[in-house]
């Protein structure tokens, strides 16, 4: 199988401004982050606004639209202060995510099933502000189902599972990954992914059919601590250059 357009290929910078609100410093200057990520070809910037807003900030959020060559996409809770924020910002692409202050980060998908008034009411409001709307879920066929009918154009698969799944238990969460994918696209869902992917498992994450785009953070942000930001980049950029679509 042969992919039709390249894999895309979002970066979070959210953990460039973890390292900066650890010290409330200026630096180091998320601007540049993202002009870097640009220059070593990543197709998005993307951000995620929590609500206790630990790293990225509404001046953040701001900047970056107006500044930003490539889309950005507002990883955002479905709660009223955040909807307007991205309502007035606009960025090019909105993905809907649930939040927990406790948590160290996104730990599952939304419950689109049992919110899908709600969402399908944002998803209508931010496409009316002209942006584009994904739902983040886990790869479970009934949260699938349930995002098509609320109008979002995108799903964002939860990869995290697989990502950090002991070997045996592996398989079974790719294949699950591979059948949601699956489910979504015949829905006419387009299909992102993300969450806890590295180098190391990256194999397995292009097993997935029909993927539009990855949104990696964390392990880039690692990598650039040893290699610099700009490398980082292009040998994630490389390394999805071997999509051919999912398992033959
Ligand atoms: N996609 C979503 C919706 C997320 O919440 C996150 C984490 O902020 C990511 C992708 C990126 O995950 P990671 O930082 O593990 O690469």
Redesign the pocket.
Do not use: Q
């Given at each position: 199988m042969t992919a039709k357009v390249p894999l895309r290929l979002?970066v979070?910078i959210?953990?460039v401004a973890t390292l900066r609100q650890a010290r409330h410093t200026p630096y180091p200057d998320l601007l540049q982050a993202a002009r870097c990520c640009e220059a070593a070809g990543a197709d998005g910037i993307?951000i995620?606004l929590r609500e206790d807003r630990r790293h990225i900030q509404d001046a953040d959020v701001v900047l970056l639209r107006k500044c930003l060559v490539v889309p950005m996409n507002l990883?955002m809770a479905n709660t009223p202060p955040i909807v307007r924020i991205a309502a007035d910002i606009g960025p090019q692409e909105v993905?809907i995510?649930p939040e927990r202050r406790e948590e160290l980060?996104?730990e599952g998908g939304l419950d689109v099933a049992g919110q899908q008034r709600e969402l399908a009411k944002t998803t209508r409001l931010l496409r009316e502000n002209g942006i584009s709307v994904?739902l983040?879920i886990d790869p479970d066929i009934q949260q699938i189902e349930a995002a098509a009918e609320t109008g979002a154009p995108y799903i964002?698969l939860?990869?995290?599972t697989f990502?950090n799944a002991p070997d045996a238990a592996a398989p079974a969460a790719l294949d699950r990954l591979v059948e949601a994918a699956t489910r979504a696209h015949a829905l006419g869902l387009k299909v992102?992914?993300?969450?806890?992917?590295?180098t190391g498992n990256l194999g397995g994450i292009l097993e997935i059919p029909h993927l539009d785009t990855?949104?990696?953070?964390?392990?880039?942000?690692c990598d650039a601590v040893f290699n610099g930001l700009v490398i980082a980049v292009k040998t994630m950029r490389k390394a999805m250059r071997a999509y051919r679509g999912g398992r033959p």
């Open positions: 979002g979070n959210d953990h993307t995620h990883e993905c995510v980060t996104t994904s983040f964002e939860h990869t995290g990502c992102n992914a993300g969450h806890g992917i590295h990855l949104n990696i953070g964390h392990s880039i942000v």
